[in-house]
């Protein structure tokens, strides 16, 4: 393999709400539908609705004070509750919803439809997940003639500007916690990417859980991004069969490389999703376990720690560390679109791809990443006359980089090479690799090699089907994280002992095996069980081998 030195840094696209005063200012008119006499500078995104006016309402009221006395006068006027003609309460009696029954603003969809999608909203966050109801508003607002204290939602028409938004009210219930009121676009015409009654659906199963957070937990302008990343996950909790979540997917699968909380949140709602079904087993403390590991991390939050840190505690606390995790969640990115494989989300071959970055004829790369990143690598090895495709992620999972600073990097240098490398380690039958860094303890290295996985967290045997005139070896999954080497069991169907052996352990977690029994011979086509022991740790499951 040629040698040379590569040296590049991934600068991030970072999103972030201290924007300037006026151009706050103009966003919180457009989200209101407010016509301005200056208009908000073009961009990429303009013509588009805001998912949610969330961040934009709680950052003119954390600023207010910094407002010029016109423009305060303007925001006071539109701060109060919103007054309608007609109002309705949903079939279970937790919603007042209000409307104008005549008009421009009227609704467009079915009003008792959206009634029932707020009951199932609270049904599924509240009764099922068992969140806390936001609190009481102490008869904010009702009917005309009967203040109550249903939570309250306002069906306005918003000019195609946002999806909805939540707005605190001055109420503050308990350490930096509002009530607050829900508003609700009209129409989610043309322009939305989901429309009518399933736009409504989405949003308010969305926006009810940004008044169930600065309700019972908090309003973090830090962590942002985990707000908008928990309600645009609840989207796809509430209503799996539709799927606006996946259309603000590409910003984060174009710039993996950037620190993770520098996004706005949407992009990212996959993280949640990810946790959800990586905890959703019986080995884990049921107050963890699946979606309540989202919860968890909710109730971490209060005490001071940041969304990251929290992220980090919830999972250690489900027997596992972010380190892992983070890696781990980088690798189900990778296998989406056309390299879906059915194993990582449910809903991958509808995501977007990430494109690893190419390094031709390269196999030694230094980077400087960023906090909580993930960096993918393509590196193409020609050299055996047989063209091969490694792609390796280096996961960076700097939590205390991250928080305290976003100009905190990580140099590291990779090395790829077809011999042994000192200090490297085998990642399969004709690689080596070697990750060197002033900080080891903060990275963590998967890979792809030539189609096949050979990850880092390996839980089933690869290729599958093995076949002795295409494949050369069998990996297994083994736990290094103590052992260097596993003891390898091949048994038939019928539980015949056909080869037994000790395996070095590659990569920290896998064995190769060459599919030759004790005497050397290859196996028939069939199906075979597996067990490998590494001291204590045993893992076990079944294969198939193709003896053509």
Not at 123 to 140: C, F, I, Q, R
Not at 144 to 152: A, E, F, G, I, V
Not at 242 to 271: E, H, L, P, V
Request: glycine content about 6%; proline content about 4%.
């Amino acid at each position: 393999m040629k040698k040379f030195l590569l040296l590049f840094s991934i600068i991030p696209v970072v999103c972030a709400y201290s924007q300037n005063l006026d151009a706050l200012y103009a966003k919180f008119l457009q989200i209101k539908n407010i016509p301005q006499a200056v208009k908000i500078p073009e961009t990429a995104n303009s013509s588009k609705p805001i998912k949610c006016g969330f961040g934009i309402i709680n950052q003119v009221k954390l600023n207010f004070s910094r407002f010029s006395a016109s423009q305060k006068k303007t925001l006071d006027s539109l701060n109060s509750r919103p007054v309608t003609d007609t109002s309705i309460v949903s079939p279970s009696g937790n919603f007042r919803i209000h409307f104008f029954k005549v008009g421009a603003g009227k609704p467009t969809y079915d009003i008792n439809d959206f009634a029932k999608a707020a009951d199932s909203s609270y049904n599924y966050e509240v009764n099922y997940l068992e969140y806390p109801a936001p609190p009481k508003d102490n008869g904010k607002a009702g009917d005309s003639s009967n203040p109550d204290d249903k939570y309250d939602i306002y069906i306005l028409d918003l000019g195609g500007n946002a999806y909805g938004y939540t707005q605190p009210d001055s109420l503050i219930t308990k350490n930096n916690t509002f009530t607050a009121f829900t508003v609700v676009d009209h129409e989610f015409g043309k322009g939305y990417n989901t429309h009518g009654i399933d736009g409504a659906r989405v949003t308010i199963a969305h926006e009810y859980h940004h008044a169930i957070q600065v309700g019972d937990y908090l309003f973090s302008t830090q962590d942002q991004f985990y707000h908008e990343l928990t309600s645009t996950s609840m989207e796809e909790f509430v209503y799996p069969g539709i799927d606006d979540y996946i259309y603000y997917m590409d910003s984060y699968f174009s710039n993996t490389q950037r620190t993770f909380s520098d996004t706005d949140g949407y992009d990212i709602a996959i993280w949640n999703i990810f946790l959800a079904s990586e905890f959703d087993n019986n080995n884990v403390p049921a107050a963890i376990r699946g979606k309540n590991i989202i919860k968890r991390i909710w109730e971490l939050m209060p005490s001071g720690k940041r969304a990251l840190r929290a992220f980090d505690v919830a999972i250690q606390e489900g027997g596992s560390n972010f380190k892992t995790e983070f890696n781990k969640f980088g690798q189900w990115t990778y296998f989406t679109g056309k390299r879906a494989t059915g194993k990582y989300f449910s809903e991958a071959a509808k995501y977007p791809m990430l494109n690893p970055y190419v390094v031709k004829n390269a196999i030694l790369i230094t980077v400087n990443s960023e906090p909580v990143s993930n960096n993918f690598f393509q590196l193409n090895d020609n050299s055996t006359g047989k063209r091969d495709s490694i792609i390796t992620l280096i996961s960076n999972s700097d939590i205390e980089g991250a928080v305290s600073s976003t100009g905190t990097y990580l140099q590291f240098k990779y090395t790829l090479s077809n011999s042994t490398i000192s200090g490297g380690k085998q990642i399969s039958d004709r690689y080596y690799s070697k990750l060197e860094t002033s900080n080891q303890i903060l990275l963590s290295e998967s890979n792809v090699l030539s189609g096949n996985i050979s990850l880092t967290e390996l839980n089933y045997v690869y290729p599958q089907p093995f076949s002795y005139s295409i494949n050369k070896m069998l990996y297994f999954p083994a736990s290094g994280s103590i052992e260097t080497t596993s003891t390898l069991y091949i048994y038939s169907i019928s539980f015949k002992l056909l080869y037994h052996g000790e395996k070095a352990i590659i990569g920290s977690e896998k064995i190769s095996w060459d599919g030759m029994d004790q005497d050397g011979k290859k196996l028939a086509t069939g199906v075979y069980l597996y067990v490998t022991k590494s001291g204590d740790n045993i893992k076990k499951g079944k294969f198939v081998i193709y003896n053509d």
